[in-house]
């Protein structure tokens, strides 16, 4: 996904910016992380408050195993639900879910 079609898909938040991440791509909007581009997989941030939001839309959240001890580590990212993706209306309520959970991370 390129840099402009990651802008067009968040148009509804607003103006974002894209930076390199651990061999992807953080999105920013007003400076807070709010999803990343992993492995060409697009995933937007949940906390407490909002990971049931995803959970319940179908969305997966981002784990690996670790290689220090060999065990699960989940991350603060979520799959993005898949009605959104072709829905602009939709996808801005997803971001601005995952701008506010950003927001909280920030505190």
């Keep these: 996904m390129t ?7 968040f148009a509804g938040l607003g103006p974002i910016s894209v930076r ?3 061999g992807g791509k953080g999105i920013y909007f007003n400076g807070i992380i709010f999803a ?14 909002s ?4 959970a319940a839309a ?3 959240q981002w784990t690996y195993v670790g290689s220090r001890h060999g065990k699960e580590v989940a ?9 959104a993706i072709d829905d602009p209306d939709e996808m801005t309520i997803w971001a601005r879910k ?10």
């Design 3 to 9: 840099e402009a079609d990651i802008a067009d898909l």
């Design 20 to 22: 390199r991440l651990f």
């Design 36 to 49: 990343i581009e992993i492995r060409g997989e697009l995933m937007l941030k949940a906390d407490a408050e």
């Design 51 to 54: 990971a049931p939001d995803f």
């Design 58 to 60: 179908g969305c997966t």
């Design 75 to 83: 991350m603060p990212y979520w799959t993005v639900p898949e009605s």
């Design 98 to 107: 995952a701008y506010e959970a950003g927001l909280r991370g920030e505190k």
